[in-house]
């Protein structure tokens, strides 16, 4: 799948689509009108491609929680796939999105999709508009090893109250004092 200049598709075909589900990881972008522009690592078996259009990946508490205030303000998101391995190839994901919670109507169904995951606070529901694909040469090759089961690990030793505490403490606001839409 070796590309050398820049390609632009409306939505993610079926060859892009199996290139994304390689992938290990991804990132994602987001910024409000003003304030920090937020780029974050995803990892985990946290995202699904519904169409050709609509991606959601499944969200795990954390030290910010900057993508959904960055949504309630510019509800724009990039998803950036990226292969650092075999071929060399970059995908941006451009679209709208929106933050889903849980206690809201559409949640349940969402997370179904996934495994669970104790901490989940967002579901991220992108409408894609644009894919764009470019050569990643210059991106460097690494080995996968595997994923990293912190996040399920603190999450245990935390439980249920101390995942909630911990979001209303350090996830209802983002670094630049925007909410971010989490239920009080």
Not at 43 to 71: C, F, K, M, Q, Y
């Amino acid at each position: 799948m070796l590309v050398a200049v820049a390609k632009q598709y409306s939505e993610i075909t079926d060859r892009l689509r199996r290139f994304i589900e390689d992938q290990q990881m991804f990132f994602v972008g987001t910024a409000a009108r003003d304030g920090r522009v937020n780029v974050s690592p995803k990892g985990l078996d946290s995202l699904r491609i519904l169409s050709p259009t609509r991606v959601v990946w499944l969200n795990g508490t954390g030290s910010g929680n900057e993508t959904a205030a960055h949504l309630l303000d510019v509800p724009r998101m990039t998803i950036m796939f990226c292969s650092f391995v075999r071929e060399p190839l970059i995908l941006r994901a451009y679209g709208t999105a929106r933050a889903v919670h849980p206690g809201d109507a559409d949640w349940a169904e969402l997370a179904a999709l996934f495994p669970p995951l104790l901490g989940a606070r967002n579901i991220f529901v992108l409408d894609v508009d644009l894919v764009q694909t470019s050569c990643g040469y210059g991106v460097p090759l690494y080995e996968y090893v595997d994923q990293r089961e912190l996040m399920n690990s603190w999450a245990t030793k935390k439980g249920e109250e101390g995942l909630r505490e911990y979001q209303q403490k350090h996830n209802l606001i983002s670094l630049d004092g925007l909410p971010t839409g989490l239920p009080h």
